[in-house]
């Protein structure tokens, strides 16, 4: 008996050993920076090349990565197919704000656009569209006046043109920088929807990580066809606020992509890889006789 | 009779003076036969956001209002005059009854946001405050949207989008509280005065800025002394109420959306629009 204790110690020390060694070799290596990314769900490392030519998608565990809006319109439309449309709207500082010019600079540089939305027309296997993308490295891409000109702009094209419109948002909402402008684009993008719709015209958004405030109340939200991408937080109020408001812990897997399918919210949700088909499928359901491949 | 100068911070410890009226009691001074009508027909009456029907100038009107209450139970009851996604169910509702029975619609806006809670993101509150933009800009009757005390972000535009917006001389509309734009911005809740300035929230701001139409002169103040402002937004609201009943629909239509589509200011090939 006192044999069979001592060998089961032994074997507990031996096991504590070989777990406390195995926590030694995971010790974080030195990654230069830049060439390697870490994945926010499963925590490995992707090397750059693997990522972007894996579509900026966890090759480990699936977890998809942010991606700019320049990518995005590259991954979606056929090749060299996009032309974009009011590149040149550029923002201001109505309300004086300090660093405010400052904040653009940096999100002219992260983003290479003149704001944090990008839009223009494309084909999608040869059915044209107008299509527009959010870009969260421009100021989380947020919606002040120069963004909110260029989504209600891209809209009317679309209403004037007779073309289905794909939108892909990437946002933390209004831009705080211009107070009231900000919350103004909310009711201008409706307005410009509200008259694309009475044209009976195909709307998609697609909503991606992250989608929330007052880009996620307004255009974001009034798709006739409403997809959320995989892994993408999307709601109205921030988590931070509604944890101060309510004073309790917010249930596992709030505002994520399935939260949103499960209380009714969007239509489906989608692989990135996906993306493309998925929207030629419904680009294609939409069109009417005669109007195949433009 | 001119405005009193007043610094930022100052309008807003005034727009949010506990004796301040609410909507309820402007409604009373407002208009009369108010039957308030109530439910979203999906999911429950939102109490944040009162509605019905009344007469104002012995014409039938449909008036939506968020209410925050008067006293503790009463301020829980109207949830301080934050809706959920089923108190701007039951406004839209109301409004495209209004539109069907040709009445003009008055919108009073008086919260600090729509309520951030599980529910209300469950219910789809993003949905919800789109949905009344996109809805609102349809409508056929005319929209009078008054700003009575406090405008808190897309909570408030989701009632406000009109052909009218009139704003109180001590009421605040900005895009968050400025509470919310100091821990934002500065990271740090406690600038909130400097926020306040900054910020250009109140109704001289906002008229400069074009947002609004007109500003309602208070005198001493809906705390000390409401009558004198009530009848000062009851000639406003006559005035431009009768201005709206004469545009035929479409007109009335494309005055709204440009009103809207014309907000902003930004640079295009180094040409400046404001």
Known sequence: MNDFLEHRKKRLEEFKKTVRKKEVTYKPIDIPEGLFFKCDQCGAAIYEKTLQLGHYICPFCDFHFRMNATSRVDLIVDEGSFESLYDDIRSLNPLGIQNYEEKVKIGQELSKLNEAFLCGTGKIVGIKVAIGALDSTFMMGSMGSAVGEKVSRLIEYATKHKLPLVIFSASGGARMQEGIYSLMQMAKTSAALLRHDQENLLYISVLTNPTTGGVAASFASLGDIMIAEKSSLIGFAGARVIKQTIRQDLPEGFQTDEFQLNHGQVDMIVHRSDMRKTLYQLLKLHQKDGHDND | MTMINKSAWGIVKLARHPKRITSRTLLDHLVTDFIELKGDRLFKDDQSIIGGIAKFNAMPVTVIAQEKGKDTTDKIKHNFGMPHPEGYRKAIRLMRQAEKFNRPIITIIDTPGAYP?????????????????????????????????????????????????????????????????????????????????????????????????????????????????????KKQLTKHLNQLLKQNKKTLLENRYQKFRNIGVYQEEGVKHE
């Open chain 2, 117 to 233: 809670g599980i529910e209300a993101e469950e219910r789809g509150q993003a949905r919800a405050i789109a949905q009344n933009l996109f809805d609102m800009m349809s409508l056929t009757v005319p929209i009078i949207v008054i700003v009575l005390s406090e405008g808190g972000s897309g909570g408030a535009l989701a009632i406000g989008v009109g052909d009218r917006i009139l704003m109180f001389e001590n009421a605040i509309y900005s895009i968050l509280s400025p509470e919310g734009f100091a821990s934002i911005l500065y990271k740090d809740s406690s600038k909130a005065e400097e926020a306040a300035t900054i910020m250009k929230l109140t109704a001289k701001d906002l008229q400069s800025f074009k947002i609004i139409d007109d500003i309602i002169l208070e005198k001493d103040g809906l705390h000390e002394d409401p009558s004198f402002g009530i009848h000062n937004l």
